[in-house]
């Protein structure tokens, strides 16, 4: 392992296919738009097969070469990645579903699947010379950026709504960052960010906005096609916001196809919003390629309470190519589904866990999904976090 090298060759635009320097610290290309890291596929394939990775380390580095650090030995990891794939038995009867998982990325560091992006983008941001962070943050973004930057002994400056939940903005302020809090949504965070850091001092990990969250997050691709025995599931339900995982997944089945490991087929790809925040789901119906900013956007998920994704235009192209869709549900069935998937599988999920279940159900009614299909259900994060969201809506759902 310790010869294995990232095989990181260039940042690419992914608006206009220019090319940048990786080891330089980036944010936006000159289009202002997301870069993507690419590799030097050739090399990275002559140490990353199959094979070797069983023998390798078990959390999300264990990609190394296609992983955009070089200084492996001096990685500020907590073991982000590895998540378990649980099957989950019980929905066999009554849905008859007979393939269905749930990727559980509850049990990440922090709680959330934000630990894998924020430790890739912290740790490639240390090995280009930074060691002031920023963000704006709806809740759990900003409890990873807080974890890593206490762990690397650097600074971190986090905006985030004033109603977030407590224990978001305590789980930051514990880890030593600075905590502004904005009166408004994320949106406004990130004016508030930009407004007090015209110098440019700190530097900015907001979702796609620095091309290295994405590669932390492609992670979950790799490992569900690793835990699936060398297959892609065919449905995969999606929680989406920023979009990064949807993004993310996407590149690593694309590089896995470069590697040789999969062919051209792809699961279809279902994006899940909040209805009170579903900016996606309203350009998908109305088959637009970019999405217009959602106006009072309002949901206790607070990962969905993204009004505008600068990823959008991935995002839907994505859903389309891969014969998906972007489907909307209220705050009450997300809890009532979150607590269906606690009840019938042990996890105790976030309302965006909850939220893939409800989606689930809602495909199922619409013949959009087939009951003997591989199904997988993303939990982004854990419910321990949300208890108000729960106390306030659950109760009418107890009976259940
Ligand atoms: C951030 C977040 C999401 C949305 O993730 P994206 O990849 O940005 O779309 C979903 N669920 C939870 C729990 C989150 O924290």
Redesign the pocket.
């Known amino acids: 392992m310790a010869d294995i090298k990232s095989a990181l060759s260039h940042l690419e635009c992914s608006k206009t296919g220019a090319t940048y320097d990786p080891f330089k610290p980036m944010t936006l290309s000159s289009a202002g738009a997301p870069l993507l890291a690419r590799y030097d596929i050739s090399k990275a394939k002559r140490t990353l097969t199959r094979n070797a990775l069983t023998h390798r380390r078990t959390d999300m580095w264990r990609y190394t070469e296609m992983m955009p650090i070089n200084n492996l030995p001096g990685l500020h990891t907590l073991g982000e990645g590895g998540t378990p794939l649980r099957k989950a038995p019980r929905f066999k009867d009554p849905y008859g579903l007979s393939s269905l998982f749930i990727k559980d990325?509850s049990v990440n560091p922090t709680g959330?699947?934000?630990a894998r992006?924020l430790s890739a983008a912290v740790n490639a941001a240390l090995e280009r010379g930074i060691d002031t962070f920023a963000i704006p943050s709806?809740?759990?973004?900003g409890g990873a950026l807080a974890a890593y930057a206490a762990l690397s002994g650097t600074r971190a400056h986090i905006f985030m709504p004033a109603d977030t939940p407590s224990a978001f903005i305590q789980e930051c302020r514990s880890a030593g960052a600075d905590v502004v809090l904005v009166d408004g949504l994320i949106s406004d965070c990130g004016d508030k960010l930009h407004h007090l850091n015209s110098s440019g001092e700190w530097f900015n990990v907001s979702?796609l906005k620095e091309p290295y969250r994405i590669e932390g997050?492609k992670t979950m691709g790799y490992e569900l096609f690793e835990q699936l025995d060398g297959v892609l599931p065919d449905v995969i339900i999606?929680?989406?916001?920023?979009?990064?995982?949807?993004i993310?997944m996407w590149k690593a089945f694309n590089e896995m196809e470069e590697l040789g490991w999969i062919g051209s087929e792809r699961p279809r790809m279902v994006s899940v919003q909040a209805s009170g925040c579903a900016p996606i789901v309203r350009a998908w119906q109305h088959g637009q390629s970019k999405a217009e900013y959602w106006q009072n956007a309002k949901t206790s998920?607070?990962?969905?309470r993204?009004p505008a994704?600068i990823g959008d235009f991935i995002i839907l192209d994505i859903l389309k190519k891969s014969n998906g869709c972007a489907i909307a549900v209220s705050d009450e069935e997300m809890i009532h589904y979150s607590n269906e998937m606690a009840h019938l599988t042990g996890i105790f999920p976030?309302p965006?866990?909850g939220a893939t279940l409800a989606t689930l159900h809602s495909m199922l009614d619409k013949g959009l999904v087939k009951r003997e299909e591989t199904i997988v259900l993303f939990n982004?994060?854990s419910g321990y976090k949300y208890l108000e969201a729960f106390s306030n809506s659950g109760k009418k759902h107890l009976a259940n």
């Not at 999606?238 to 949807?246: A, Q």
């Not at 998920?301 to 969905?304: K, P, R, T, V, Y």
């Open positions: 990325e959330s699947f934000k992006g709806a809740g759990n973004a979702t997050k999606y929680p989406t916001g920023g979009g990064t995982g949807l993310g998920a607070s990962g969905l993204v994704a976030a965006e866990g982004t994060g």
